[in-house]
């Protein structure tokens, strides 16, 4: 085996213990967080399912980048929720049940909403788009269902066990996601280098910043509500993105690069904001703490 197919290994290993780890720690509760809040969960794939694919839409047709960066952006606008954000999301400072509940509910979802997006796609391009519901429900059983259901068995007839390893497994999996992630960007750094250009990283953190706008004043009155599905909407699924333009545009290889690029961007673009959330959320929780006092 290559060095190269080890790192990738590693990364995908990564992903698997990750989502194993949430496992080992969420509750049946946690699944069903949003078909238990039916108005969040309207307001959930509203923002991740119809605005952020509309708006890529939008700004492919009425400006011109590199054809990379056209297919990523669609294809990342129709790949909701990656496997790694509840962790995202709970070092953020949101709610971690609700950033659970959307990535389950976002994973199933996406088995029927992929093949229809690509179809509506399609047709606004004029241009055959495919990828069926099986290849979708692999690429999610694979990533979020098996490693998420395996983690929630191994905690309910294991409960004590499942306390003692949650750790170590998370601490395992962020070391293989560190070498998997500095692996992958050595190697497609120089594709996404070459994109660098024409608007590309000005229309990446747009697509992030409106994301993040859309989730935060979509998300609920509550200020935990607002930063996860402010960063649910924001980041999107980059391994589903590349299997969706890979499949469809075979020919063109840049898109790795881009779909590379718009995840690095995203890290650094919601930097400044979960910072912005936590200094908000700090005054808030002082101001509340001498009214309570006082009563």
Sequence with gaps: MSLQALLLLALKLSILLTVFGIGLR?????????????????RSMLAMFVVMPLFAVFITTKFEYHRAVEIALVALAISPVPPLLPRRVTKSGGRAPYGLGL??????????????????????????????????ARMIAVSVIVPLGAGMLFRKFAPHVA??????????????????????????????WSLIGNGTLLVFVLFIAFGLAVGH????????????????????????????????????????????????????????????????SARGDASSGPTMKAA
């Design 217 to 280: 004043l979509l998300g609920g009155p509550g200020p935990d509500e607002r930063v996860t599905l402010a960063l649910c909407t924001a980041c999107r699924h980059p391994g589903l993105a590349l299997a969706i333009a890979s499949a469809n545009f075979p020919q063109e290889t840049r898109e790795v690069g881009a779909i590379l690029l718009y995840v690095v961007l995203n890290i650094l673009v919601a930097i400044p904001y979960v910072a912005w959330h936590r200094r908000v």
């Design 163 to 192: 306390g003692r390893i949650a750790k170590p497994v998370g601490m395992v999996a962020a070391v293989l996601l560190g070498v998997g992630v500095l692996a992958a960007v050595v190697h497609v750094f120089p594709i996404a």
């Design 103 to 136: 990535m389950v509910t976002a994973a199933v979802l996406s088995i029927v909403f992929v093949p229809l997006a690509l179809k509506i796609i399609g047709l606004f391009f004029h241009k055959p788009f495919v990828m069926g519901p099986g290849a979708v």
């Design 26 to 42: 969420a509750t049946g509760d946690d699944v069903l967080y949003l078909l238990r809040r039916p108005r969040v969960l309207l």
